[in-house]
């Protein structure tokens, strides 16, 4: 296929709305969506004044410093899988910033973008369903912290930007290609159901191999992913535990 074949063929950022100021950028992609907005559809913004994180979380952000965007989704799935576009995406931005700044990010469990110990990118996604059950849409929402060049006091500790990780300044449309390329790509491999997936996400995870406390207050070693995105965990008794969504936290060591 050529270059321009395979650009028209592509689903994610056919049309890209590049608002400046909005409360989230997942309310935006959830009004669009209502309005029968197809596949695909981008959402960005320069500041949020109510960006969402995980868990109830507020995401934080100042103008022009970061990528924010959320995608418009509509696979033909069960909803049990939609969890697992999560990890769609923190896949793509770590494809997506290794190719464009030279660092290697890793993903930890189950969304987070990390460069070392420190987050620089999360995702959210979103699903709503519609009669009978059925998956209507899945709203995949990613902030990356690309030009901060310091963080408020409550993140500072945890938090990292591109800049402060390269030295540099970097072009935030030029990531946001590279990121919404990267995403079509890794989409597709979704879609197509393979293993090549999950062979990714073994390869990029820094939490497999790690000892581990799920949010009820099980510890374990991380061993592996689970075909639904699902984290498997090796308690100290020898059994095999199956955490779906939620948190985890860094065990203490034994
Ligand atoms: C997390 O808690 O780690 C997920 C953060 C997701 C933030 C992004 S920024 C763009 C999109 N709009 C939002 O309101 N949230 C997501």
Redesign the pocket.
């Known amino acids: 296929m050529s270059d321009a074949a395979r650009a028209d063929a592509r689903v994610i950022g056919r049309a890209v709305h590049a608002l400046d100021e909005v ?5 935006e992609i959830a009004w669009l969506a209502a309005e029968g907005a197809p596949e695909g559809v981008v959402v960005t ?1 320069r500041h ?1 004044r ?6 109830g ?1 507020a ?1 934080w ?1 100042r103008a022009g410093e ?1 990528l ?3 995608v418009l989704l509509r696979p033909e799935i069960v909803p049990g899988r939609a969890p697992q576009l999560s990890l769609v995406g923190s896949l793509a931005v770590v494809d997506a910033v290794a190719a464009e700044t030279g660092l290697t990010p890793g993903m930890r469990w189950p ?2 973008v990390m460069v070392g110990e420190r ?1 620089i ?4 996604a979103e699903a709503a369903t519609g009669a009978g059950g059925r998956l209507d849409r899945v709203v995949l ?3 990356l912290n690309v030009n901060q060049a310091e963080f408020p006091p409550e993140v500072a500790a945890r938090a990292s930007s591109l800049r402060l990780l390269t030295g540099r300044v970097h072009d935030r449309d030029r990531l946001l290609a590279a990121l919404l390329a990267a995403l079509d790509a890794r989409y597709r491999e979704f879609l197509a159901e393979g293993e090549s997936l999950r062979a990714a996400w073994r390869r990029h995870s820094v939490t497999l191999g790690a000892r581990v406390r799920a949010a009820d207050g099980r510890e374990g070693v991380a061993v592996d992913l689970d075909d639904t995105g699902a984290l498997l965990i090796r308690a100290e008794d020898g059994a095999l535990l199956r955490v779906a969504s939620g948190e985890i936290a860094g065990a203490p060591a034994a």
């Open positions: 409360g989230s950028t997942q309310a913004a949020q109510a960006g969402r994180g995980r868990l979380r995401w952000d970061s924010l965007l959320s969304n987070d987050k990118c999360g995702v959210l929402g990613i902030g």
